[in-house]
């Protein structure tokens, strides 16, 4: 340290940061950089052989910024992993972080994270992510329980959940420490790249810091005309790179002989991986399921019984399915499964030992939901099916419950009341209401009456003039055994939008809607200038809709 008690952090830090084809947000990420201050020393582009305007934007930033510095490649690597290892070959400061030319780093990031490494003397320094869905700015941490506290690992397999983390791009890392064991991104059109970095990072066994501040925001456009590599899901070609990026993921932690890691690596890719695309699988043709559906049989041969029992129930469950059926099936119900939080949906099956999946596969158990090791009522995968009805006369509406009963053990929890949250997203803001559930048959039903005019005027205070979307979740009060807490099942017929006559706003467009796990969303529009809004937006993403179309059509036609 010096006099003042600081630490000595003035040119430290090499940011490299990457492009290909993106003129429109370069600049943004490059100045975000380069606003961080003292502690970056240079600033390397690698410029992956852009054929837009990228040069120009670089070249423009580059006048008078003597830290700034783009390598130009002239062969398109393919991927992400080849530009990252050139940035890094080139960079000449003691640390290095990564930036993609989409995304941003939030002030002071890098002077946080090289404190941390600094102050422990840790070759490896980590903060939050944070996912901000755009145009809408809806902010979604990544994996916050590891950043919840400032904390030191002296060794990975001592804290294996920083496994989860599969991002490089929040991180620092020394430079010597890298150089010294040989962690490099795999080269060319490799996707999913960072898995295996991170991987041969945490098999040369480093010691960690982690801070709780954000350091880094990850932009996700799903809008974008090119869509990035994670969201681009719609080939069975995507999961097979994510398959291929475990396996040389798990090479990298069996060669490092830590059976620990390698565990939590299968582990991880249970409840993480598996799940993101079954989630996704009903989506999509026939063609698409069959092979998904083979590709990942094979895949989960490789994973043995303690796997299985260490990942969480609807992981388990899901792979059992997987691996008992030749032939894709029930895949609704596995998608529902596979949601955050997890739906288990009806039918209810049970053999002698207990509840399995279906009568035609009792040997696929699924265990914890009765019996010594059961879990408490207040994590069950409950099913809450939800339905607005609105007239056509007033805002007024009515939200229609019914809680599915599973396997009794409801009933013996005695569920009496139903708190409804309706959360605004984006600038955030909750409204709460109560109603007493009643018992119908084999499951427990609420109305609870909504006023929508209300609702949006609540959001109007929180989000101005935008367009609001409220997320549904519910609490199920018990006699015993806590509240759980749980988001509902769209359900019930087509989700149309509404126009609705408002004393407040004049007219209130109103559309229920369900989200990518299906579960009920409400979107409101108040005021005529609002709605016109929503309707505009909405014939635009029409218009690009078939303009992709188009183009992957000309795209296979070419082919």
């Known amino acids: 340290m010096n006099g003042s008690g600081t630490l000595p952090t003035s040119g430290h830090v090499s940011v490299v940061v990457i492009g290909y084809n993106d003129a429109p947000h370069i600049g943004d990420a490059v100045r975000s950089a380069l606003a961080q201050g003292p502690a970056v020393a240079e600033v390397l582009v690698v410029d992956d052989a852009s054929t837009d305007r990228t040069a120009a934007v670089l070249e423009r930033l580059r006048a008078g910024e003597p830290r700034l510095r783009v390598i130009r490649r002239t062969v398109n690597s393919g991927g992400c992993g080849t530009p990252r290892n050139q940035g890094l070959a080139a960079a000449t400061a003691p640390y290095v972080m990564f930036l993609d030319s989409d995304d941003l780093l939030p002030h002071g990031a890098v002077t946080t994270l090289l404190e941390a490494a600094l102050r422990h003397d840790v070759p490896v320094a980590a903060g939050l992510c944070v996912r901000r869905e755009l145009p809408r700015r809806h902010d979604t941490p990544w994996q916050p329980a590891l950043y919840r506290r400032p904390a030191v690992h002296a060794r990975p397999e001592e804290h294996a959940a920083l496994l989860r983390d599969t991002l490089c791009v929040n991180k620092l890392y020394a430079r010597a420490f890298l150089t010294a064991h040989g962690v490099l991104f795999p080269e060319g059109a490799f996707r999913y790249e960072d898995f295996v970095f991170g991987a041969r990072l945490l098999a040369a066994a480093p010691r960690i810091a982690t801070v709780p501040a954000t350091v880094y925001i990850w932009h ?93 129930a609807p992981a388990r469950w899901i792979a059992r399915v997987v691996l008992a059926s030749p032939a894709p099936r029930d895949l609704d119900r596995l998608a529902q499964l596979a949601a955050r939080p997890a739906r288990l949906l009806p039918p209810y099956a049970s053999a002698a030992d207990g509840p399995v999946w279906a009568p035609d596969l009792p040997q696929v158990a699924l265990d914890g939901l009765t019996g010594p090791s059961a879990k408490p009522a207040r994590r ?149 200038r609002c709605a016109l809004g929503v309707l505009l937006r909405r014939l635009g993403r029409l218009r690009r809709h078939v303009t992709r179309r188009r183009g992957r059509g000309r795209h296979r036609a070419a082919r």
């Not at 409840?271 to 009903?282: I, S």
């Not at 509404?498 to 109103?510: D, H, K, M, Q, Y």
Request: net charge positive.
């Open 220 to 312: 996700v456009r799903r809008d974008a005309a090119r869509p990035s590599l994670s969201l681009d899901r719609n080939a069975v070609a995507n999961w097979e790179a994510r398959l291929r990026a475990h396996r040389h993921s798990l090479d990298a932690l069996r060669a490092a002989d830590s059976p620990v890691l390698t565990h939590a690596a299968k582990v991880k890719f249970l409840d993480h991986d598996l799940r993101m695309y079954v989630r996704e699988l009903p989506g999509h043709g026939p063609a698409h399921r069959r092979a998904w559906w083979a590709v990942t049989r094979d895949a989960l041969t490789a994973f043995d019984e303690a796997d299985l029992r260490a990942a969480r």
């Open 380 to 528: 069950l995968p409950v099913t809450v099916d939800a339905t607005l009805r609105t007239g056509r006369r007033s805002p007024r509406a009515v939200l229609a419950l019914r809680v599915h009963e599973l396997y009794g053990r409801l009933a013996a929890a005695r569920p009496h009341t139903v708190d409804v949250e309706l959360r605004l997203r984006g600038p955030g803001g909750a409204v709460t209401l109560s109603a007493p559930l009643e018992r119908d048959g084999p499951a427990w039903t609420a109305a609870v009456p909504l006023d929508l005019g209300r609702l949006a005027a609540h959001g109007r205070r929180a989000a101005g003039r935008a367009p609001q979307a409220w997320d549904v979740r519910v609490g199920l009060r018990f006699a015993r055994d806590g509240t759980l807490r749980t988001a509902v099942r769209a359900h019930g017929g087509p989700l149309r939008r509404t126009a609705l006559p408002s004393a407040r706003f004049g007219l209130l467009l109103a559309q229920p809607c369900a989200t990518g796990s299906s579960s009920l969303a409400i979107r409101l529009a108040p005021g005529p």
